[in-house]
């Protein structure tokens, strides 16, 4: 603003525009910034001039991408920026429709999958420096390439770890909880796993086998959570929801405040059932939420709702939850990152608590082999992440030749 560089564009998950108005209104009040949203928005682009800053969703960037390419923009910045990671997404080629001189993205998680995502977000910031992408995956495979692409990354790079800003944090202690099954539960879950294994078995078509599959672990994932997630008639309990319904009463008896994520919001409504039952208030958020804000304040402010529900996907990111104390993790996901950044809500800035993360694995069941896949994801990121900032070395020319 100082050096009068035009106009700049924020584009941000639709949940949490207004978590950045607000942190915008308190942290640089002198900008000027204008939010471009809801059905009243301008058609206009000399609308934007006035402005330093423009704040707008994927969902709009995508919508209304002819009006906001007549604008060269000072800075394009993608928050959450993993909503990019399909390069051939139209939330992508909206991104990198958009004229601007430069380019910046923030995320938690810039390998969530594999390396093409990693790719989308180099080729956003400084355009093919890596190459195209069939040939960066199939390079990627050779070690001694690969250590090149990560020190081609590494300049563009700034990894902020907790440990090194917020010194003052308290600890995190992420603990492993293992839940059993009991003789129904699992005898449910055994005929689960045999039908679908019967059924894939007879499929001839690959598509249909990886439907069937697909399916298949879906039914087994809700089977460890409560049988009544994947059969409605079913009468007995489950192992993990016992003992979540033992930790929760605990918590609340200790006079402490938990987050509850579960990826099945049908996983959250038994918990809901049981709250009610016992009259104790809670707070609740899924995609179709509302009053998400309002959600946190309640939560964030007073002593009589000790527990906050929320699916993984909608609650994962962009709130600041740090009155709790225990995070609970009701059913593994595929990618860690995810992981992280759910029970980061709580071990932020703020926190004054040690936080008790505990991640609930149903045993001899996929979970446990998802926890195996998690491992194999953190080596993934690992791979193309380097921590070390004594390998920020500069590139020569020579090594540049070497990607063409």
């Known amino acids: ?69 007549k604008t060269e923009f000072n800075y394009l910045i993608l928050d959450e920026a993993q909503a990019i990671k399909n390069p051939h997404s139209l939330t992508a080629s909206a991104c990198f429709g958009i004229n601007a001189r430069h380019h910046i993205t923030l995320t938690g998680t810039p390998v969530e999958n594999s390396l093409s995502d990693l790719w989308t977000q180099m080729h956003f910031v400084n355009r093919n ?32 770890h907790k440990s090194e800003v ?15 099954m009991d003789d129904a539960q699992q005898e449910f879950y055994r005929q689960i796993r045999n039908q679908f294994r019967d059924k894939i078995l007879d499929q001839k078509s690959g598509q249909q086998n990886a439907i069937a599959l697909l399916e298949g672990l879906m039914r087994l994932r809700q089977a460890a959570n409560h049988p009544l997630l994947a059969d409605k008639n079913y009468t007995g309990s489950s192992g993990k929801f016992e003992l979540v319904c033992e930790m929760l009463d605990d918590i609340q008896r200790q006079g402490n405040k938990a987050l509850v994520f579960s990826s099945f919001t049908e996983h959250l409504k038994l918990f809901r059932q049981q709250l009610d039952e016992q009259g104790l208030k809670y707070c609740y958020i899924d995609g179709s939420t509302k009053d998400r804000q309002e959600q946190v304040e309640i939560f964030q402010q007073s002593d009589d709702y000790p527990f906050f529900l929320l699916s993984l996907k909608a609650g994962g990111t962009g709130l600041n939850l740090t009155r709790a104390s225990y995070v609970l993790l009701l059913d593994p996901w595929w990618n860690p990152a995810a992981e992280a950044q759910a029970f980061d809500r709580a071990h932020r800035i703020g926190q004054i608590n040690k936080v008790f993360v505990y991640k609930f694995i149903t045993r001899s069941s996929v979970e446990e082999k998802i926890l195996k896949l998690q491992d194999e994801k953190k080596a993934l990121f690992q791979t193309m992440i380097d921590d070390n900032p004594d390998n920020a070395l500069k590139i020569n020319i020579d090594e540049l030749m070497q990607m063409i």
Do not use: M
Request: charged share 30%; glycine share 4%.
């Open 1 to 69: 603003k100082e050096q009068q560089q035009g106009v700049s564009l924020l584009v941000v998950p639709t949940t949490l525009l207004y978590n950045w108005k607000n942190e915008a209104n308190q942290f640089c009040s002198e900008l000027r910034i204008y939010t471009h949203t809801g059905p009243d928005r301008t058609v206009d682009p000399e609308s934007f001039r006035g402005a330093d800053l423009i704040l707008t969703s994927y969902a709009i960037l995508r919508r209304d991408l002819e009006l906001l390419s």
């Open 166 to 180: 917020l010194s003052e944090l308290p600890e995190k202690s992420i603990i492993v909880q293992y839940c059993e």
């Open 129 to 160: 420096i890596l190459g195209s992408l069939p040939r960066f995956l199939k390079e990627s495979r050779n070690d001694e390439k690969l250590a090149l692409y990560r020190r081609l990354i590494r300049p563009f790079l700034l990894r902020r």
